[in-house]
């Protein structure tokens, strides 16, 4: 009787082992093959080669082991495609979502620069006419001052304050929106241009830096404008899909602030 439970003892020790072997091993396999950079594999007893501009990153200390394929980065975009025979992009990963890290949202060993385009798995630059066109109806709205259709084009707030700043805005709790009519807000935009286009970042949005030319208002509703020449601003629109559309999840100043609506001082 006593041996028969040494016996089954034994077997649950090396049931136990077995099940956090094979644990342990999935775990490192998915750690080591499947980065969120990419899922292209190279390397291998076979040794598979990674595409024009990648590099093959494996375990050293594992022979013939399995890798991915990381970006080359280059300086300019001509030396990209020259070198990898590909349509190439800008990376910028400006933008660093509230409570994120930059490791965590743009990668650890990420570089600002141009790398290549590959089988259109960068979503920015794969879908970057459909982005470019919700920023340019964004600042055709604007230059309208047009503050119902342009709030429409917003992803729902997430938080008590953008939900503050989105009511005040619109102007819920007055006569008509604040918005192009009180404060940083009180300006008319005579035109715009697109600097750098659809850099992305792991987190799935998409940032497009634009240069707008303001003119602002003295005093709020009903006052002329200033006779000053307008003075070009520097703003960050963020593009995040919802429900499958591209929405514009934050407009931000190029003073860091990262408040949903920081492009018109809240």
């Known amino acids: 009787m006593k041996n028969n439970k040494g016996f089954a003892n034994i077997a649950v020790v090396i049931l136990v082992v077995v099940i956090a072997a094979g644990l342990g091993y999935f775990a490192f396999k998915n750690k080591t093959q499947n980065p969120p950079e990419s899922k292209i594999e190279c390397g291998g007893i076979s040794g598979?080669?990674?595409p024009a501009g990648y590099t093959c990153i494996t375990n050293p200390k594992i022979a013939d082991s399995i890798g991915y394929c990381k970006k080359e980065v280059f300086k300019t975009q001509g030396d990209c495609e020259t070198k990898t025979g590909?349509?190439?992009?800008?990376?910028?990963?400006?933008?660093?979502?509230?409570?994120?890290?930059?490791?965590?949202?743009?990668?650890?060993?990420?570089?600002?620069?141009?790398?290549?385009?590959?089988?259109?798995?960068?979503?920015?630059?794969?879908?970057k006419e459909n982005i470019v066109n919700v920023v340019k109806t964004f600042e055709d709205l604007q230059t309208k001052r047009d503050s119902l259709g342009i709030l429409k084009l917003f992803t729902q707030p997430r938080n008590p304050g953008d939900s503050v700043s989105y009511e005040s805005l619109l102007?819920?709790?007055?006569?008509?929106?604040?918005?192009?009519?009180?404060?940083?807000t009180n300006f008319m935009?005579?035109?715009?241009?697109?600097?750098?286009?659809?850099?992305?970042?792991?987190?799935?949005?998409?940032?497009?830096?634009?240069?707008?030319?303001?003119?602002?208002?003295?005093?709020?509703?009903?006052?002329?404008?200033?006779?000053?020449?307008?003075i070009p601003y520097i703003a960050?629109?963020?593009?995040?899909?919802?429900?499958?559309?591209?929405?514009?999840?934050?407009?931000?100043?190029?003073?860091?602030?990262?408040?949903?609506?920081?492009?018109?001082?809240?």
């Open 48 to 50: 598979i080669a990674c």
């Open 86 to 127: 590909k349509p190439c992009h800008n990376q910028a990963c400006d933008y660093v979502p509230p409570g994120k890290t930059f490791e965590e949202v743009c990668g650890k060993d990420f570089k600002k620069g141009w790398v290549p385009i590959l089988n259109a798995t960068d979503i920015c630059a794969k879908e």
């Open 171 to 184: 102007g819920s709790d007055a006569a008509g929106p604040r918005l192009y009519n009180t404060g940083l």
């Open 189 to 230: 935009q005579s035109s715009y241009k697109i600097l750098e286009q659809s850099s992305g970042n792991e987190s799935g949005s998409c940032a497009v830096k634009v240069e707008e030319q303001r003119s602002y208002q003295a005093h709020g509703i009903g006052s002329e404008l200033s006779p000053s020449p307008s």
């Open 236 to 266: 960050y629109i963020v593009l995040a899909k919802e429900n499958n559309e591209w929405k514009i999840d934050s407009y931000l100043s190029d003073d860091g602030n990262t408040h949903k609506f920081s492009g018109w001082g809240y």
